[in-house]
């Protein structure tokens, strides 16, 4: 057996958990009487290291450990190197820029507490102690050098001043360094929240850069701002942690920090001008874990707010579903619709749809899906004058003929029917006309005799005038009775019209419309000016029907029994000027208002043209003599 070539020391010290490799190596030699650690590191073979090379070197740790007569892992855990060489900072792995041993820091209030390096004044965004909350020294305030290992004690400098000082008074100790000092002396597997994630060396990256990006600093290695700028790399890491302090609600106070500034920004929109340098940021990080917990904030954070209109792929597919879904631009829009920007765009801007976008310099015009998901369905539940044919089954002359008898549905309102810009029907609506129309049907029997179809029974009656509104209309008024064609017949095409019946009701209409008298025919009957006919038939005083094929109010006629009957209940002044006891004056209506006669109508009444009275009420004044 060969013997070992590694000697033992005579003496140990017992590491202490939260020192550094480097420093125990210090107290070992001091504490075996070694002029300088670099002895120690010869007696185990590694006489080319350095100290720092020896901290963050794995293969260090056997020959150590056997010189030193430690456990490997106690060593393990001091060193600031993982076993496959990355990083680590107790126990913890951490990006390479965050942990140094070529630059020795100390708290001398610590040292005076206890003489040894803390592994955790290695790290790099660390700027005061976290226990004492004094700046971290790396100069001997003696002489003024520049702290390093090549020293016989950690207690004082190599110029012999005593580095450790008693506490006079203690600094105030950010936040960020409590957390930073808690998070290191949690194990690994007892990580919770953002840092069970990200990691504690996640925690560090994340910090450092959003520190740098909410401040607006260049983002460099942590020690070089620190050289650079000690006061800024302090504000850096309260920054940052600020940003990280209660995940994710302060990442998003973080965000709303950085849009506020969006107007400084160049730039019209998109993720740039909202979140600076963030975006840039977030797509040139390679730690995935890190970019995955961020973008999952800011997705969070974006799906709140649909508005910020980007076109950035990797944000718009990174977002969760429900933000996806928020918004959708204009363009996509009308895909969904099936309509032209043209028609979407002023009718989304009169609907208030828009949420976000000039849309000038192409920025891109934002709805939200969830409204035009809506319009959608709106807009398939409307039916235009085409498709309003079709669910009727009738042709283009008798669709304008039933709505001229005024029997179709009220016309669709609202978003979808103005995105329609023309006449149209709630589909619904149609429906429930042509199954109403179809339910008054009876079975095809053979005692109906010959049937027609809707069209040609249309064309038995046409030379009266009248149309398809007037066949539908005598059927609604259960003067037609239709007969069940088919089943499957497409809307009113399903109907048949008995011949018989619709000879009939030809002549029934024929003889109705000679025994009506137009609005003038009647005025002249009456002895009165056509106007105050008008007048009296809009006031329902004269009783008219409208008569099928004529169009609108010059539609309406009276008939000759309603005019008998207005004869009988009415009359006006004229009938009695000249009668016993009425005087010859044209301002005789005056003068029976004036004997107590209230009149039904007139000037005084409700501003029509002539004075009319209740004929009961004029006999009787006649009585009166
Ligand atoms: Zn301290
Ligand atoms: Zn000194």
Redesign the pocket.
Same mark, same amino acid.
Do not use: F, S
């Given at each position: 057996m060969a013997p070992d070539p590694i000697p033992r020391l005579p003496l140990r010290v017992r590491a202490h958990a939260d020192e550094s490799l480097p420093g125990l190596i210090v107290r070992m030699a001091e504490e075996n009487l070694l002029a300088t650690p670099y002895r120690l590191l010869e007696a185990c073979g590694l006489g080319r290291a350095t100290m720092t090379s020896v901290a963050a070197d794995p293969a260090a740790i056997v020959p150590l450990a056997r010189l030193m007569g430690l456990p490997e892992e106690d060593l393990r855990r001091l060193s600031y190197a993982a076993a496959d060489g990355s990083v680590r900072l107790l126990g913890h792995p951490v990006p390479g820029d965050f942990v140094t041993a070529d630059r020795m820091r100390i =708290? #001398?209030?610590?040292?005076a507490?206890a003489p040894y390096h803390?592994a955790i004044w290695g790290l790099t965004v660390l700027t005061v =102690? #976290?226990?004492?909350?004094?700046p971290?020294a790396d100069r001997c305030p003696d002489c003024g050098l520049r702290l390093d290992w090549r020293r016989r004690t950690m207690a004082a400098c190599r110029c012999g001043a005593v580095l450790g000082r008693a506490a006079s008074a203690l600094g105030p100790v950010p936040d960020a360094a409590t957390a930073a000092c808690r998070l290191l002396h949690t194990p690994p597997d007892a990580l919770a929240g953002l840092a069970r994630d990200i990691g504690v060396g996640g925690v560090l990256r994340l910090l450092h850069a959003l520190g740098c990006i909410g401040l607006n600093v260049p983002l460099r290695r942590p020690l070089a701002l620190a050289d650079a700028d000690p006061e800024l790399a302090a504000r850096v890491v309260d920054e940052g942690w600020r940003a990280l302090a209660d995940w994710p609600a302060s990442f998003h106070g973080f965000l709303d920090r950085l849009r506020a500034d969006a107007p400084l920004r160049r730039g019209r929109y998109g993720l740039a001008k909202q979140f600076g340098r963030l975006p840039a940021w977030l797509n040139a990080l390679t730690e995935h874990a890190v970019a995955r917990a961020v973008r999952e904030a800011l997705a969070a954070y974006l799906s709140g707010i649909p508005e910020i209109p980007t076109r950035a792929r990797d944000v718009r597919t990174r977002r969760p579903a429900e933000a996806d879904a928020a918004c959708v631009t204009l363009s996509d829009a009308c895909q969904l619709l099936g309509t032209s920007h043209r028609r979407l765009r002023p009718v989304a801007a009169r609907h208030g749809l828009l949420v976000a976008g000039s849309g000038g310099q192409g920025e891109p015009l934002l709805l939200r899906r969830s409204s035009v998901r809506t319009l959608a369905g709106e807009f398939a539940g409307i039916a235009d004058r085409r498709r309003a044919r079709a669910i009727l089954g009738v042709g283009r002359r008798a669709f304008a003929d039933i709505e001229h008898a005024g029997l179709l549905p009220s016309p669709a309102a609202g978003i979808a029917a103005d995105l329609h810009g023309r006449a149209c029907w709630p589909v619904v609506a149609l429906q429930t006309f042509v199954a109403h129309v179809r339910s008054t049907a009876t079975r095809a029997a053979r005692a109906h005799g010959p049937v027609v179809p809707l069209a040609a029974a249309t064309r038995m009656i046409s030379g009266l005038g009248l149309g398809s509104g007037t066949i539908l209309a005598a059927v609604l008024d259960g003067r037609l009775r239709p007969v069940r064609l088919s089943t499957r017949g497409k809307g009113l095409a399903a109907l048949g019209f008995p011949v018989a019946a619709v000879e009939a009701l030809g002549v029934a209409l024929g003889a109705e419309a000679r025994a009506t008298l137009s609005l003038a025919a009647a005025a002249a009957e009456l002895a009165v000016k056509p106007e105050v006919v008008y007048q009296w038939a809009r006031r329902g005083i004269l009783p008219t029907v409208a008569v099928p094929g004529q169009r609108a109010e010059r539609g309406r006629r009276v008939r000759r029994a309603d005019l008998e009957a207005f004869r009988r209940n009415y009359a006006t002044a004229s009938e009695l000027r000249g009668r016993p006891g009425m005087s010859p004056s044209r301002k005789l209506a005056l003068e029976i208002i004036g004997r107590g006669v209230v009149p039904v109508t007139g000037p005084s009444v409700d501003g029509t043209r002539q004075y009319l009275f209740r004929r009961a009420d004029l006999e009787a004044l006649l009585r009166q003599g």
């Open positions: =708290c #001398p209030l610590c040292l507490e803390r =102690c #976290p226990a004492h909350g004094v971290l």
